[in-house]
């Protein structure tokens, strides 16, 4: 009985030497870029302090794309609603014009239309195209806000998009 136990701790020594001599020390870097916390030299310093350096510029960069997209979406959104109010007008404009064609065929030269019902009409259009310039109005002033981001991302050697993507 003796002879197996012996045995078996001759074979666990060995696999144990093995195996340690098969260890493979960790590279100081990885395929991400970035480093290892284990060796820190003076190497290593200066490639944590390069990489750190990389990272704020892109982050700073980042930053300031969000900042670009925030003002261009506000941007779209007010000129997806001017031109919602534009249709909006249009078709007011297109009922108007139907009932007025109407009216036109009528013998008595009175029509569907009522002197008060024109003159909502007129009020309804009135509106419409006060919210349609004020919508254009925001419009042009978010377009300056957007110019001014462009010139200051050109002044630092960067580069936006002058109009929309889908125009």
Same mark, same amino acid.
């Given at each position: +009985? /003796?002879?197996?136990?012996?045995? *078996?701790?001759?074979?666990?020594?060995? &696999?144990?030497?093995?195996? !340690? #001599?098969?260890?493979?020390?960790?590279?100081?870097?990885?395929?991400?870029?970035?480093?290892?916390? @284990? =060796?820190?030299?003076?190497? #290593? $310093?200066?490639?944590?302090?390069?990489?750190?350096?990389?990272?704020?510029?892109?982050?700073?960069? *980042?930053?300031?794309? =969000?900042?670009?997209?925030?003002? !261009?979406?506000? +941007?779209?959104? &007010?000129? %997806?609603? =001017?031109?919602?109010?534009?249709?909006?007008?249009?078709? %007011? $404009? $297109?009922? +108007? &014009?139907?009932?007025?064609?109407?009216?036109?065929?009528?013998?008595?030269?009175?029509?569907?239309?009522?002197?008060?019902? /024109?003159?909502?009409?007129?009020?309804?259009?009135?509106?419409?195209?006060?919210?349609? /310039?004020?919508? %254009?109005?925001?419009? !042009?002033?978010?377009? !300056?806000? %957007?110019?001014?981001? @462009?010139?200051?991302?050109?002044?630092?050697?960067?580069? &936006?998009?002058?109009?929309?993507?889908?125009?």
């Amino acid at each position: +009985m /003796k002879l197996p136990t012996a045995a *078996l701790i001759v074979c666990f020594l060995l &696999a144990g030497v093995s195996c !340690r #001599s098969s260890y493979v020390q960790p590279s100081s870097g990885d395929d991400n870029g970035t480093i290892s916390g @284990r =060796a820190f030299d003076a190497g #290593s $310093l200066e490639q944590i302090k390069e990489k750190h350096k990389e990272n704020f510029i892109l982050s700073k960069k *980042l930053e300031e794309e =969000a900042d670009w997209l925030r003002v !261009r979406l506000q +941007m779209v959104e &007010a000129e %997806l609603k =001017a031109n919602r109010t534009k249709e909006i007008e249009l078709k %007011l $404009l $297109l009922e +108007m &014009a139907k009932y007025a064609k109407s009216s036109d065929w009528l013998p008595d030269g009175e029509g569907f239309i009522t002197d008060r019902q /024109k003159a909502i009409w007129d009020a309804r259009l009135d509106v419409t195209r006060e919210d349609y /310039k004020l919508s %254009l109005a925001k419009v !042009r002033l978010l377009q !300056r806000d %957007l110019d001014e981001l @462009r010139s200051e991302f050109a002044e630092r050697g960067r580069h &936006a998009p002058k109009n929309s993507v889908f125009k």
